[in-house]
T-cell receptor, first 110, second 117 residues
Framework: DAKTTQPTSMDCAEGRAANLPCNHSTISGNEYVYWYRQIHSQGPQYIIHGLKNNETNEMASLIITEDRKSSTLILPHATLRDTAVYYCILSGAGSYQLTFGKGTKLSVIP | NAGVMQNPRHLVRRRGQEARLRCSPMKGHSHVYWYRQLPEEGLKFMVYLQKENIIDESGMPKERFSAEFPKEGPSILRIQQVVRGDSAAYFC???????????????FGSGTRLTVV
């Protein structure tokens, strides 16, 4: 699976939108972009995934650039409970492994 | 609607003892995956199992580690003769039958934190 690059850490004010970037310039045509988060001492929690189109669910929105070389996870109204490490992961169709990097540590500030 | 259940949540073992970590997949899931997370690191894939079959153990250390998913009961990750370097969080995930599409339903448990003293 291709490599992703994320900032080490970010801060966001409570109630504001949190925009977490991810670069994946060597993504392959059949690779999905997945976002998971890990709140301290818990297991990873699925957030959202996408292939080409932008996606939205009850947790977040995922914006994928047209060339698919980067993406942004958007938490529209960050709360203190969104403080976590966020992982951007690429995985091919039919793959069963998720390769976790070090992610972005998001701190939501009151 | 129970999720992926792992137990124990915390396990302390002395060097040289055996550690047994259990994972019960979500209802309806027949595929189990084990991951290890060392301090300050991301999760690393260890092994993928289906009932009574090891599909991929490419991430498992060659010695002292084994995994099984019997016909009845939970999946077991077994570590023999533990050493301090085995101290980590061990996570299990489960999924339904996979197809050629995205990883739908791939769900993680809360993990077992192993401390070797």
């Amino acid at each position: 699976d291709a490599k992703t690059t994320q900032p080490t850490s970010m801060d966001c004010a409570e109630g504001r939108a949190a925009n977490l970037p991810c670069n994946h310039s060597t993504i392959s045509g059949n690779e999905y972009v997945y976002w998971y988060r890990q709140i301290h001492s818990q297991g990873p929690q699925y957030i959202i995934h996408g292939l080409k189109n932008n996606e939205t669910n009850e947790m977040a929105s995922l914006i994928i650039t047209e060339d698919r070389k980067s993406s942004t996870l958007i938490l529209p109204h960050a709360t203190l409970r969104d403080t976590a490490v966020y992982y951007c992961i690429l995985s091919g169709a039919g793959s069963y492994q998720l390769t976790f990097g070090k992610g972005t540590k998001l701190s939501v500030i009151p | 609607n129970a999720g992926v259940m792992q137990n124990p949540r915390h396990l302390v073992r002395r060097r040289g003892q055996e550690a047994r970590l259990r994972c019960s997949p979500m209802k309806g899931h027949s595929h189990v995956y084990w991951y290890r997370q060392l301090p300050e690191e991301g999760l690393k894939f260890m092994v993928y199992l289906q009932k009574e079959n090891i599909i991929d153990e490419s991430g498992m250390p060659k010695e002292r580690f084994s995994a099984e998913f019997p016909k009845e009961g939970p999946s077991i990750l077994r570590i023999q003769q533990v050493v301090r370097g085995d101290s980590a969080a061990y996570f299990c995930a489960s999924s339904p039958q996979l197809d050629r599409g995205p990883l739908n339903g791939y769900t993680f448990g809360s993990g077992t934190r192993l401390t070797v003293v």
